[in-house]
């Protein structure tokens, strides 16, 4: 069962669209920026109604951002990880963590959108320095996602991160797009940020059995393959 309309899930509902035993949760918060609590209410009330259904398991997408401090977390972050906790007290209870996922989508509120939009038009925007991001492919969470849903224990909750093996830098990848679009990206750099430290070990191995490369150059040939200019 597939809850959303949303990229992720019409990216996962062919796997798990009819599968009576697995329900994947897809209808979440998008915008990262929100801050209304009726929308996390929304989410929160829908997730605790599903969890109610002890003879599924439920699979969340939890975010790579929860793991900061918590007085650096957002609304958004800290919504998210509230969300995580309700998921992981079922049994069985999967938690994908996700990075910024990329795709066909024109949801202007994701980070790569973002920056390709600012880079096409010429408009001004804001660079943290040292804050780091990450990339995956909505073609490469699926392959990866649907091998960890199907193949993972599902008697006990379970947390597992889906990203390229770094994180990368704001500054470098926006020198990527500027690559990509052989343009000057019209932006300024502020002096904050953080690192971001992800444990990708489970997904970088289920990634090599399949033949996805996550490691060095990853993020550039996922941003290739969605914002390139067509020829």
Same mark, same amino acid.
């Given at each position: 069962?597939?809850i959303g309309k949303g990229l992720l899930a019409r990216a996962?509902?062919?796997?798990?669209?009819?599968?009576?035993?697995?329900?994947?949760?897809?209808?979440?918060?998008?915008?990262?920026?929100e801050t209304r609590g009726s929308e996390f209410a929304r989410?929160?009330?829908?997730?605790?109604?599903?969890?109610?259904?002890?003879?599924?398991?439920?699979?969340?997408?939890?975010?790579?951002?929860?793991?900061?401090?918590?007085?650096?977390?957002?609304?958004?972050?800290?919504?998210?990880?509230?969300?995580?906790?309700?998921?992981?007290?079922?049994?069985?209870?999967?938690?994908?963590?996700?990075?910024?996922?990329?795709?066909?989508?024109?949801?202007?509120?994701?980070?790569?959108?973002?920056?390709?939009?600012?880079?096409?038009?010429?408009?001004?925007?804001?660079?943290?320095?040292?804050?780091?991001?990450?990339?995956?492919?909505?073609?490469?969470?699926?392959?990866?996602?649907?091998? *960890?849903? #199907? =193949?993972?224990?599902?008697?006990?909750?379970? /947390?597992?991160?889906?990203? +390229?093996?770094? !994180?990368? *830098?704001? #500054? =470098?990848?926006?020198?990527?797009?500027?690559? /990509?679009?052989?343009?000057? +990206?019209?932006? !300024?750099?502020?002096?904050?940020?953080?690192?971001?430290?992800?444990?990708?070990?489970?997904?970088?191995?289920i990634g090599a059995h399949l033949g996805i490369d996550l490691?060095?150059?990853?993020?550039?040939?996922?941003?290739?393959?969605?914002?390139?200019?067509?020829?």
């Open positions: 069962m597939i996962f509902e062919p796997h798990f669209g009819k599968d009576p035993e697995t329900i994947i949760f897809a209808s979440g918060v998008s915008n990262s920026l989410e929160h009330s829908l997730l605790r109604q599903l969890q109610a259904d002890a003879t599924k398991r439920l699979v969340y997408f939890g975010s790579c951002g929860v793991t900061v401090e918590e007085g650096e977390l957002t609304p958004y972050m800290k919504h998210k990880k509230l969300m995580e906790s309700l998921v992981l007290s079922s049994a069985g209870g999967l938690v994908l963590r996700l990075p910024q996922v990329v795709g066909a989508m024109g949801n202007p509120n994701t980070l790569s959108n973002f920056i390709h939009d600012r880079i096409v038009s010429g408009e001004h925007f804001t660079v943290w320095a040292h804050a780091e991001r990450n990339l995956i492919d909505i073609d490469d969470l699926v392959a990866i996602g649907t091998i *960890l849903i #199907t =193949e993972m224990d599902d008697r006990s909750a379970s /947390v597992v991160s889906i990203a +390229a093996r770094k !994180s990368m *830098l704001m #500054t =470098e990848i926006v020198k990527i797009f500027e690559r /990509v679009h052989g343009k000057t +990206a019209n932006y !300024s750099i502020v002096e904050k940020g953080d690192p971001l430290k992800i444990d990708t070990k489970k997904a970088a191995e490691g060095a150059g990853y993020i550039e040939r996922v941003i290739r393959k969605y914002y390139a200019p067509k020829r």
